[in-house]
């Protein structure tokens, strides 16, 4: 029976957003769990901000360390974590009051479960309901599905060896969601709006360009590529889909100039695509 939920918050210039998030982690109508809120060498008063809320309730802890990016924030902080489960959440969004208690009513009722999340709602700059597509591992292969606050249990995070450093960028939710699903995890989405992503001008993922984008794909593509075989078929497999495709479209389009040649000599006296000798 899973009993605590360890909530991280890894923050870096996000202090003006804090209190919100923190704030919607004490209205939880599930009372076991702890929050860990990471400062991850943040340079405004992140510290100021964690520590007013480590003395209002003593579920909140927190934890200082030298500037490592989001990865390193998350894996620090579920490191030191009590809980058996985990649920990251970022500093400047927020969880309904009901998410702790129905996500951990799911993992008790099926222990098989790997992650557990649930609807969700954008405010900020944009407002209104965040559809996500369904999940399968075909479309996770395709684009993430799962926003970072997702639940799981910490033993699976100790097998996959947590948060990748090396997704620099961002997309290290879709990356950690692949490691824990790939080899036949099972996923639950609760029919509740439990978690409110912040839209804001600026952002970690509105940054990614080119360059960003192409490291991110090449390195998801070498560290999991047999996920990506899996649902795609081998790269030779592919080639030869695609030569396929080709000579079929050349087929076709063949096949298109001799019926248009036939309409125009018998209704025309002449073809488009070739010489009439009538």
């Known amino acids: ?73 998350r894996n ?33 009722e099926d222990n098989s479960l790997t992650v557990v999340y649930c609807k969700a709602e954008k405010f900020g700059d944009e407002t209104g309901l965040w559809d996500l597509p369904e999940f399968s591992l075909f479309n996770l292969s395709r684009n993430n599905l799962i926003f970072p606050s997702g639940m799981y249990k910490k033993t699976d995070w100790k097998i996959i060896g947590g948060y990748d450093p090396k997704m620099i960028y961002g997309w290290e939710d879709w990356e950690i969601w692949i490691a824990l699903l790939k080899n036949g995890g099972r996923v639950k989405q ?43 078929g081998s790269f030779k497999a592919m080639e030869h889909q695609l030569i396929a495709l080709e000579r079929k479209n050349e087929e076709n389009l063949k096949s298109e100039k001799f019926v248009i040649d036939v309409f125009c000599k018998r209704f025309f006296g002449f073809t488009i695509f070739g010489k009439y000798k009538g």
Not at 12 to 41: P, R
Not at 205 to 216: E, P
């Open 190 to 232: 609760l029919d509740e709006v439990g978690f409110y992503y912040r839209i804001k001008s600026v952002s970690m993922l509105k940054s990614i360009d080119k360059y960003k984008g192409d490291y991110l794909l090449d390195y998801l593509s070498i560290k999991h590529a047999d996920f990506f075989v899996k649902q795609y």
């Open 76 to 108: 620090a902080g579920i490191d030191i974590a009590d809980g058996e489960l985990i649920l990251p959440l970022d500093a400047d969004d927020r969880i309904g009051r009901r998410y702790l208690e129905l996500a951990t009513e799911a993992f008790n």
């Open 1 to 73: 029976m899973y009993k605590k939920v360890s909530i991280i918050v890894p923050c870096y210039k996000q202090a003006q957003f804090l209190d919100e998030a923190l704030t919607s982690v004490l209205e939880q109508t599930y009372s076991g769990w702890e929050c860990i809120i990471v400062d991850d060498g943040s340079p405004d008063d992140t510290e100021d901000v964690a520590l007013k809320w480590c003395n209002k309730d003593s579920r909140f802890k927190y934890l200082k360390k030298e500037n490592g990016g989001l990865c390193s924030a």
